[in-house]
C-alpha cells in the first residue's frame, strides 16, 4: 500500500481552501481517502455566514472521512449526506445557510476494502481509476464544463435545477453526485485531484487523464503540483487564475 498527498495554495497570503485526507484503519480493513475543493467567495466577501471556507472544508472533510470510515453499513452518499447535516448544525444561528454563496466545496471521496472499492464525486473535482491492466478511466461530474461550453457559468446556476451542485448546507444534494463501485480486484490505484490539480490535463493540455496518473505514480502528488505551478507562470491571458489552491492524493492498492 502506498498513499501520498500534497496541498498547496494558489496565494501564500490566503489559506488554502482545499481539504485533502487519507486513512488506513487498523485491522486491515480497507482505507479511504476525501478531498474537498472549497469554493472560493465573491470579491465581496458576502456569504451570509461568520465562518470562512477554510473552515467548513476541514469540518465537512473531517465529517466526511469519519464517516466514511467508521460507518460501513451506509453508502458515501449516506455519509456525505450526515457530514453536511453535521456540518451544517455546527454553523450557530448567526449563519444564514439559505443563502446562494453560504461556504460549500467539491468532493471526491473513495473508499475500500478487500472485496469493493467505492466512490462519490461532486462537481468538477476529479477522480482516476486506474485498473490492474493500466487502463485509467476518470471519474467527472460534468456539469460545470456543460454549462462553460453554452456559455458564461453564473451564481444563477449554482445548487439549481439546470446548473451544478456542490456541497453546502443541504443534505439532499447528495442525490446529485457520481457514484459507483468496482471489484477490489480490478482497481490498482486511485487519485483524486482538485481542479487546481487537474489544470495540467484540464487547462494546459500536457497530457490526458493515463498521463496525469503516470506522473503521480512517478513523483507523486507533489510532483504533479510543482508542474503545474511552473505551466502558470508561463500561461497566457485567458487560463482563469494565475495560480488556484491545488491539491491531489494518490493511492496504490
Not at 187 to 206: H, K, T, Y
Amino acid at each position: 500500500m502506498r498513499i501520498e498527498l500534497a496541498t498547496r495554495p494558489g496565494d501564500p497570503g490566503r489559506p488554502n481552501e482545499d481539504f485533502v485526507s487519507a486513512v488506513l484503519p487498523a485491522m486491515g480493513l480497507g482505507g479511504a481517502l476525501v478531498l474537498l475543493d472549497g469554493v472560493t467567495p465573491p470579491p465581496s466577501g458576502e456569504t451570509g455566514c461568520t465562518h470562512d471556507v477554510p473552515w467548513y472544508a476541514a469540518r465537512l472533510g473531517g465529517a466526511l472521512l469519519e464517516g466514511a470510515v467508521s460507518r460501513r453499513d451506509l453508502t458515501l452518499a449516506e455519509c456525505l449526506g450526515a457530514a453536511i447535516s453535521r456540518t451544517a448544525e455546527a454553523h450557530g444561528d448567526l449563519c444564514d445557510l439559505g443563502h446562494r454563496r453560504t461556504p460549500q466545496a467539491t468532493v471526491v471521496v473513495a473508499r475500500w476494502d478487500e472485496e469493493r472499492v467505492e466512490y462519490l464525486v461532486l462537481s468538477d473535482s476529479v477522480l482516476l481509476v486506474e485498473g490492474v491492466g493500466g487502463e485509467v478511466t476518470p471519474v467527472l461530474d460534468e456539469r460545470i464544463a456543460v454549462l462553460a461550453g453554452r456559455g458564461a457559468v453564473t451564481d444563477e446556476h449554482r445548487n439549481a435545477e439546470g446548473g451544478f451542485f456542490t456541497a453546502a448546507a443541504d443534505p439532499s444534494v447528495v442525490r446529485r453526485a457520481v457514484t459507483g463501485s468496482l471489484p477490489r480486484d480490478s482497481v490498482r490505484a486511485l487519485a483524486a485531484l482538485s481542479d487546481g490539480a487537474a489544470r495540467w490535463v484540464e487547462v494546459f493540455r500536457e497530457g490526458g487523464w493515463a498521463d496525469c496518473a503516470a506522473l503521480l505514480a512517478k513523483g507523486g502528488p507533489g510532483m504533479l503540483i510543482d508542474r503545474v505551478r511552473e505551466l502558470e507562470l508561463t500561461a497566457p491571458v485567458g487560463c482563469g487564475k494565475r495560480h488556484d489552491d491545488a491539491s491531489a492524493v494518490y493511492a496504490e492498492l
